[in-house]
């Protein structure tokens, strides 16, 4: 018994074996045609593939639109060559392939990039990125890369390129490649620099510090904020000044404080997450609450503890015994003893510094 679905499977795939005849027959040369026809072959290509697609074919759809997409190289149609391949990353999301998708993204930009559309190909890498993101968001970051690479060809697209970099940033830290989130962020603050954008530099110097915290680099952490604070808004500057000098201080409670203000709290989910992140500053994070930091100096020796009376009465006995403990009644003056040598010279300087 055939049912309706399998009805419907039968006749598309029925219509595109006749899409295909038809390009095949157009393919054709003879006395009077030298060369194929080209632009009917893709067209019915497509068709099919088309077809195939509604009967949950995706093989066959994929490989009639790799030969549409053949036939438009051949009339050098690339823009549509590389849409053939846009419909090819379709029908790859459906398999949950992703590697295969990556590649013909890439494929797709090239060639628009070889028919003079930078433009369309960079769109086709962000649309590709966000299929991939929640899978594999490193493969989201590559794709989003090179269409990064595109977008600064072209000087008009310099914003465009800032969005895509803000993307990147925020999935490496989804995946926690923070030395890399923070090159990034320093590029998107170069293009903002060249477009004088000083609000958006405000923001990411924010970002840029709490990823060299939770690096654990606060010295590069500073030296951020000494660079492009003056970029950040009262709220900005006071919050990050505040979160640094507590960092310093190794009060806990202080960085605890800054982390929990509400600036940083709203700020965009992936950035936000580092105040969580942010590891505690050592020797302070263990201390009991209200606790004062111990002050330690440098050098510092051993303060002095007196021997007990018992040591200090075997020592002058055996002083004694030894003939070596002065006798009662016997000054200083009375010892047959040399005094000790005065020095023979004291310089000029010398008996200066004793005054």
Known sequence: ??????????????????????????????????????????????????????????????????????????????????????????????????????????????????QGSPEAGAGALEKTAKMVESKDPAAAINVLQHAVEV????????????????????????????????????????????????????RLTVALVLVQLVREDSVAAEKAFKEWGNYCDVQEAVTLETLLQAYDDEDWEGVQRALQSPFIKHMDVDYA???????????????????????????????????????IEKVKAATIAAGNWPAAGVSNADSKDPPPPFPAHVDDEDEEGLC
Request: proline share 4%.
């Open 1 to 114: 018994m055939t049912t309706v679905g399998d009805g419907l499977v039968q006749k598309k795939v029925s219509e595109a074996q006749e899409h295909i005849r038809q390009a095949e027959k157009s393919m054709k040369t003879g006395f009077l045609k030298w060369r194929p026809d080209f632009d009917v072959a893709a067209d019915e290509y497509q068709k099919a593939a088309t077809c195939y697609r509604v009967a949950k074919q995706l093989g066959q759809a994929k490989d009639y639109l790799l030969k549409a997409s053949d036939c438009y190289k051949e009339n050098r149609s690339l823009f549509h060559a590389a849409r053939c391949y846009e419909q090819i990353i379709l029908l790859l999301k459906e398999q949950n392939k992703t590697v295969e998708m990556v590649d013909f993204a890439h494929r797709a930009c090239q060639l628009y990039q070889q």
């Open 273 to 311: 997450r580092l105040a969580n992140a942010i590891p505690l500053p050592e020797g302070i994070k263990n201390m009991p609450k209200g606790a004062t930091k111990p002050t330690v100096v440098s050098n510092a020796q051993q303060a002095y503890t007196s021997p007990p009376p018992e040591e």
């Open 151 to 202: 977008l600064m060809i072209e000087e008009s697209s310099s914003r465009q390129a800032a969005e895509h970099l803000s993307k990147i940033s925020r999935l490496q830290i989804r995946i926690e490649r923070y030395g890399e989130a923070a090159d990034t962020i320093r590029l998107e603050i170069g293009i903002h620099q060249e477009n004088a954008n000083g609000a958006a530099i405000g």
